[in-house]
């Protein structure tokens, strides 16, 4: 599996996708959580390479796109490429994995702001709508991707206020 493996500010991340030339037709967004949590996170027991791992580990050839760290945004499969992240989901869609698990908690102040800030520059490039942000779980009722404390009227609202 090829993956980037880059971890960018919310600036250069935009200057990044603006830039993008994206051969493929995008028409949603799927949002993960990666169920594990931010403390794991620091301590380096999970991270991009870890995931590089568990996917290849499934037979997977590709990811989901973006993961959402608390340090900045990591470039994880091509934008070009379908990524492997929510099943039936999967086709004209970008993956994006906020690192943690929001079950029970909200995602913490600079995952919200990585997030809603890679959230409006997808909408933005790919001239869609609040309403195409998906939720794993609407793929794979097993999931309770991005996580049971995330609803799609918060998110909306939080993008709203940008």
Not at 69 to 93: C, M, V, W
Request: hydrophobic share 35%.
């Amino acid at each position: 599996m090829k993956i980037i493996n880059k971890c960018l500010t919310k600036e250069v991340f935009k200057k990044y996708i603006e830039k993008k030339k994206v051969s493929r037709k995008i028409d949603k967004i799927v949002l993960h959580h990666t169920s594990d949590t931010i403390r794991q996170w620091n301590r380096g027991e999970v991270s991009i390479g870890y995931y590089k791992k568990l996917y290849e580990n499934k037979g997977w050839y590709a990811g989901p796109h973006l993961f959402i760290a608390p340090e900045g945004i990591y470039l994880f499969t091509d934008i070009n490429i379908q990524g492997i992240h929510a099943n039936s989901g999967n086709k004209r869609s970008i993956g994006v994995e906020m690192v943690g698990n929001y079950d029970k908690i909200l995602p913490s102040r600079k995952i919200l702001s990585n997030t809603k800030k890679v959230l409006i520059i997808l909408l933005n490039k790919f001239n869609l709508r609040l309403r195409d942000i998906h939720f794993h779980r609407e793929y794979n009722q097993k999931k309770s991707c991005p996580g049971k404390t995330i609803t799609k009227e918060w998110i909306r609202s939080e993008i709203k206020q940008k």
